[in-house]
């Protein structure tokens, strides 16, 4: 049995899975979808109503267990170095002195191990030559924790070979980068047999993605556009990027008895464990505003960009013929002049242009052009707006957005030049999170206690920042001043994107930076 879901602007297969109860896959697999990035508006999709997880049949714990303090749930999931699942990996987790033993499934995972809330434990692993090492510890404080732990090597089934073979011509041309995992059976010049398998590290950038691994070549001509390295377009993308997530649930389990607890109405109480290996979702979309797509950018933000010269976007929309020019009669005086001005070219063969009052992307960016979150009423620029779904725009996007903000930041005579990768990518984020004229008023510390009060609400909701501004005796501005400078300098690292942390650039805190740009008049 199945029920029927129809698509709707700004859903992503991620999100309807989970609104409806099932995983991503099964979704996928359910309506034979070969890439999750791609659904479009209007799609049926069927969703399964007995989804793999839904909850078996158990033997009921009493009402005395139900107020008993229930189990924590540990998920770990192992990968190789090519980000693919480790079968029949033997591991043990040991908690508290307590020694869980379990294989890898096909999946790469263990069955959810039950442990009492505050446990240290400590994860081993089976050595190809006998015996275990630890590869991790952490402690459960979490209802329901999972972790994804990925190995440096690759295990690969090699067949034997005679030595002293044929020998491999080596090519003249430099091999193309084959995908991480591609396994090449050869030779080596002197006949002997090679079994070489492509690895994402080390590679000549020094850039590690790992699940994000596929954007590679995004991410370096990216970088190559603003001159920045790579592994700062990396972070910023981590920082900016929702990641795709799958949510199960687990029943909780009471930890003497080993039976599930229930509630009032009989059924199982369960808890949410959340899956999430890093991956950029290309189908991100807020719920409260426009923003959307891997680089979160708004309705009028995109816009903007599209139309402004020498942005990757603004080639697109250019070679689309969507953004072209025409003559206007202005009347100064007496005398009637004639002048050419952008505009933008709607699916009817009418063109919109600029008024007194608003410029052409403020006329674009309202109605009746866009008439709720990322809808338009034109399908030119309905297809502008969906491009932000495109990683090759967003990626593209982001770096110009960046490269514009720091010429800004010079311009208003901020010490920009000069700062190295680091710096640069934290005035980056900072100026796409709030905006080039937010991002000068915080630099210089100038920002109002009401409009910080209103960003810092925007960002963690009501609750979380009323709790932040009580720490700061009320006061809105020091919160929110807190908040972001900590937020920047924990989400733009561009060591752990390395393969070799030993070449990265020392950092500098974000408030270091700032006090040493702002302008000293």
């Known amino acids: 049995m199945s029920k029927q879901y129809t698509v709707q602007k700004g859903d992503s297969l991620t999100a309807i899975a989970r609104d409806n109860g099932v995983t991503p896959r099964e979704l996928a697999q359910a309506n034979g979808i070969s890439n999750p ?41 192992f990968v190789d170095a090519a980000h693919q699942p480790i079968d029949a990996l033997g591991v043990e987790v040991h908690i508290d002195g307590e020694v869980v033993k379990h294989k890898t499934d096909s999946a790469g995972n263990v069955p959810a191990i039950s ?9 081993h692993v089976e050595k190809v030559g006998g015996g275990t090492k630890k590869v991790s510890e952490l402690k459960i404080d979490s209802d329901a924790t999972h972790m994804l732990l990925a190995s440096p090597k690759i295990k690969l089934a090699s067949e034997l070979k005679v030595h002293e073979g044929p ?34 590290c080390p590679n000549p950038e020094n850039l590690r993605l790992q699940a994000n691994f596929k954007y590679r070549d995004l991410v370096i001509a990216a970088a190559k556009r603003i001159d920045i390295a790579p592994q700062a377009v990396a972070a910023i993308m981590n920082a900016e990027a929702a990641t795709i997530s799958t949510t199960t649930y687990i029943p909780k389990i009471n930890r003497k008895t080993g039976k599930p607890l229930i509630g009032k109405d009989g059924q199982p109480l369960q808890t949410e464990l959340v899956q999430n290996d890093g991956e950029w979702d290309t189908r991100s979309a807020a719920k409260k505003s426009s923003a959307r797509g891997m680089t979160q950018f708004l309705d009028g933000s995109w816009i903007e960009l599209a139309l402004t010269n020498g942005t990757f ?40 242009t600029a008024t007194k009052q608003h410029s052409l ?50 311009a208003a005579g901020f010490l920009v030049d000069g700062l190295n990768d680091p710096d640069r990518a934290k005035l980056i984020y900072l100026t796409h999170h709030l905006g080039l004229g937010d991002a000068k008023d915080f630099i ?14 925007l960002q963690i909701k009501d609750a979380p920042a009323e709790n932040l501004a009580k720490n700061e005796h009320g006061d809105y501005l020091k919160a929110h001043r807190k908040w972001l400078l900590n937020y920047i300098d924990k989400k733009i690292d561009l060591v752990p994107k390395m393969c070799d942390k030993s070449k990265a650039t020392p950092a500098r805190p974000l408030l270091a930076i700032t006090e040493a740009i702002a302008p000293k008049t």
């Open 115 to 123: 442990v009492d809330k505050g446990a240290q434990i400590q994860v």
């Open 361 to 410: 992307s403020q006329v674009l960016s309202a109605k009746p052009y866009i008439t709720a979150y990322a809808e338009a009423t034109d399908a030119h620029l309905q297809k502008l707006l969906d491009l932000r779904y495109e990683p090759e725009y967003a990626i593209n996007t982001a770096v110009d957005y960046g490269k514009i903000n720091l010429r800004g930041l010079t």
């Open 167 to 200: 020998a491999q011509t080596a090519p003249t041309d430099k091999p193309a980068p084959q995908p991480v995992g591609t396994e090449t059976l050869t030779r080596s010049a002197n006949g002997n047999p090679v079994h070489a398998v492509a690895m994402e």
């Open 444 to 457: 210089r510390n100038r920002m109002s206690a009401k409009h910080a009060e209103y960003i810092l609400k």
């Open 313 to 352: 976007l603004n080639d697109r929309v250019t070679k689309e013929g969507w953004l072209t020019k025409t003559k206007i009669q202005e009347k100064h005086g007496k005398k009637i002049i004639e002048r050419e001005v952008p505009a933008f070219k709607l699916a009817n063969g009418t063109l919109a």
């Open 37 to 77: 990035d791609f659904i479009k508006v209007g799609q049926q999709l069927r969703i399964p109503v007995a989804p793999s997880h839904s909850v078996p049949v158990f033997t009921y714990a009493s009402a005395e267990d139900a107020q008993s303090e229930y189990s924590r749930i540990l998920a770990l999931t």
